[in-house]
């Protein structure tokens, strides 16, 4: 005898979040894509923000993307080693701050961006643009730190020496001339476009504990230069 009771339609299994490997890879290189941009980005400000603060038009100095990508982290890792040496414990504690907070934002997109929960994808802009935000600001904050630091009595900018073979060698008039009759009495800046940029040394006390600026940043062209001697910080 045939059951009166009516059977109800089968139901559809429920989709499954589970994710293959091909849309893992995806996402992983979707958000290395998006880390290395900010990476790139904060290179950049810090870089820009630097040598403008010497009168150098970053724009002509032609980085390389690769290099600017990876600098903020060697730019952190100098820092910490000079407030290390010097004993700016503030500095550090700035420092080892604003990295463990990058690093557990960068964590948290990463996980958020992978997750298959459907507020993931928000949460995953709202981390990212604090992570943005703060790396940024960072870059540019180290930029004049930095800039300072090196344009006065700490400078950790190697000191330079030049002998010229210009015609018409610079004067006393000119900026930092003392350094281009073989005396280590300049700071070089870069090496840039087949230029030299340096500055004179500032005067400072003794303790050597206060900022001085020096004078503008000059240039010198590779075809004027005889010889140059360089002398750099050791452990900096």
Known sequence: MESSKHK???QAPPESTTRGPVEILKSIGEVAGVLTGIAFITGWLYWSTYYSSFGLNPLELGFSVAVVSVSPIQVLLHDWKFAQVAGYWTLMAGLGG???????????FVHY???????????ARVILGALAAGMFAGGYVLGRYDAGLDSGCMSRL?????LTSATNPPTDADAAASCLDNE???KLVLHANNT???????V???????????????????SEVRMI???RTIGW
Request: glycine share 2%; charged share 10%.
């Open 8 to 10: 109800s339609p089968a």
């Open 204 to 222: 400072c006390a003794e303790d050597a504990a206060s900022v001085a600026a020096g004078f503008s940043t000059a240039a010198l062209p590779d």
């Open 113 to 123: 961006r992978t997750s298959t929960h459907p507020r993931s994808p928000f949460k």
């Open 196 to 202: 030299y940029y340096y500055f004179q040394n500032p």
């Open 184 to 186: 280590l009495t300049c």
């Open 229 to 231: 001697r360089v002398q």
């Open 98 to 108: 604003y990295i463990l907070l990058n690093i557990v934002l960068a964590v948290s």
């Open 158 to 162: 190697p000191n330079v020496a030049f």
